[in-house]
């Protein structure tokens, strides 16, 4: 997944600056799961402050979810769910494959309950092309079609692409203490 960040910074007497203009470099598609991609475009920790320090947040490797007071933004793209229905689906590479990609995040899903997942944050989530449902427990389901916003609290829920292309949604993680 190429997505082009343009992130602003400060020159040596405090002028803004475009500092970075290239490709968001923690991008990965998952070959497993044909169509599914994403990429983490920002991050912050608990506590951030401007200016920028110039080190890229997104470069650490480690969790995909922020702490709490932190945030990171990934832009997904989900796939069709007729792709998990193929034959030649391979469910264990995908898992290999999602675990290497998406540490942290992978850890929320659970196995019992395919796409089901609960985070300790509160998300935003734009749907930039495509529609998508979001579930809920009990099976509840709403429609979210590009320019709905979802404000998600912390809930269990999963994403579900029912139709047949793909859906491309941008998240912004606000890292959050369970109570």
């Given amino acids: 997944m190429k997505i082009r960040r343009i992130v602003t ?7 803004s600056i475009f500092a970075l203009d290239a490709p968001a470099p923690r991008a990965s598609v998952i070959p497993a799961i044909a169509g599914h991609a994403f990429a983490q475009v920002w991050a912050t ?3 951030a402050s401007v200016p920028w320090n110039g080190a890229d947040p997104t470069l650490g490797g480690g969790s995909l979810l922020p702490a709490a007071g932190g945030s ?3 832009v997904v793209a989900f796939p069709p769910a007729e792709v998990f229905m193929r034959p030649d ?3 264990a590479a995908a898992g290999a494959q999602l675990a290497a990609a998406a540490p ?3 850890d929320t899903f659970e196995a ?4 089901m997942h609960t985070t300790d944050s509160v998300d935003y989530g734009f749907v930039l092309d495509g529609e998508i449902w979001l579930e809920l427990d009990h099976g509840e389901e709403k429609l979210v079609r590009p320019g709905d916003i979802v404000v998600q609290n912390g809930t269990r829920h999963a994403w579900r692409n029912k ?5 491309t949604v941008a ?8 109570t």
Avoid: E, M, N
């Fill in 9 to 15: 910074g400060h020159d040596g007497q405090g002028a």
């Fill in 112 to 115: 019992d309950h395919p796409g």
């Fill in 171 to 178: 998240f912004v993680l606000v890292g959050a203490q369970r």
């Fill in 163 to 167: 139709t047949d292309k793909p859906v």
């Fill in 72 to 74: 990171s933004l990934l």
């Fill in 89 to 91: 689906f391979d469910g």
């Fill in 104 to 106: 942290g995040l992978i």
């Fill in 45 to 47: 920790g608990p506590g």
